[in-house]
Nanobody, 118 residues
C-alpha cells in the first residue's frame, strides 16, 4: 500500500527554520518524482519543490535560496529544509509522488501545518 506521511510542521517565528519529513512506504523514493506542495490562506495548492529520480531538484521562485529538498534512500524519506521563514510561508504542506511517470502527482499525504509568526 502506498503511503506518504508528513511531519515536522510547527509554529515558528519569522526568520526561523523547520525541517519537514515525508516518510513513505509502498514504493522507493529514488525511483519516482516527489514533490512538496503547500496550501496557504491566500493561495490554492501550489508547488514548492520537487526532486526527481535522478536527483535533480526544482524550487518555486518564492522559496529559492531558502528551502532545500533532499531524500534519504535508506529511510525512504524526503525532507524539506526550510530556513529564513516568512509569515507568507504559513500553510499546510503536503508531499506527493508521481508513481505513474506521467507528470501527475497522484499520491498524496495528509499534510503538516506550518505557522510562521511575525
Amino acid at each position: 500500500e502506498v503511503q506518504l506521511v508528513e511531519s515536522g510542521g510547527d509554529l515558528v517565528q519569522a526568520g526561523g527554520s523547520l525541517r519537514l519529513s515525508c516518510a513513505t512506504s509502498g514504493f522507493t523514493v529514488d525511483r519516482h518524482p516527489i514533490g512538496w506542495f503547500r496550501q496557504t490562506p491566500k493561495t490554492d495548492r501550489e508547488g514548492v519543490s520537487s526532486i526527481m529520480a535522478d536527483g535533480s531538484t526544482f524550487y518555486a521562485d518564492s522559496v529559492k535560496g531558502r528551502f532545500t529538498i533532499s531524500r534519504d534512500n535508506a529511510k525512504n524519506t524526503v525532507y524539506l529544509q526550510m530556513s529564513s521563514l516568512k509569515p507568507e510561508d504559513t500553510g499546510v504542506y503536503f508531499c506527493a509522488a508521481d508513481l505513474n511517470g506521467n507528470g501527475v502527482f497522484g499520491y498524496w499525504g495528509r499534510g503538516t501545518r506550518v505557522t510562521v509568526s511575525s
